[in-house]
């Protein structure tokens, strides 16, 4: 399946930009373009581990860790849901969705690439769950 791709929707969690320090130890390493149905937040931490966030659509059945009216932030540890996320990582990634909560209904925001996101389970079902790690 191809997909139209899109720029790298900063704007939902401005001010955070590339290097922003978070809180635990965790920083922005990057985001990706709308790819595959979901744009890509790379973190990272002081201690070299990495976690990926894929930010995608939910139409209204989130099941990410955290979501928003718009998105579903849904941290891809390879875990398929079967343990506990690391507690300060995840409070991370509420603090993440706060902040895109805040972003996402400004008159200003850029919704092509919103328009662009996929859910996760189609997103799955297209993909195949190992190719979107």
Not at 106 to 119: E, N, Q
């Amino acid at each position: 399946m191809t997909l139209p791709t899109g720029p790298a929707p900063w704007w939902l969690v401005h001010p955070i930009g590339m290097g922003t320090p978070l809180k635990f130890g965790w920083y922005v390493a990057g985001l990706s373009s709308v790819e595959r149905g979901a744009a890509v937040l790379t973190l990272a931490h002081a201690t070299g581990r990495t976690a990926k966030v894929h930010i995608c659509a939910h139409g209204g059945k989130p099941r990410g860790l955290a979501s928003t009216r718009l998105v579903d932030l849904v941290l891809m540890d390879g875990g398929s849901g079967s343990f506990q996320t690391d507690e300060k990582l995840g409070r991370v990634v509420l603090g993440l969705a706060e902040r895109i909560r805040r972003n996402e209904t400004l008159p200003d925001g850029d919704l092509k690439p919103i328009a662009r996101m996929m859910t996760h389970d189609d997103r799955v079902g297209a993909f195949g769950p190992e190719t979107l790690a």
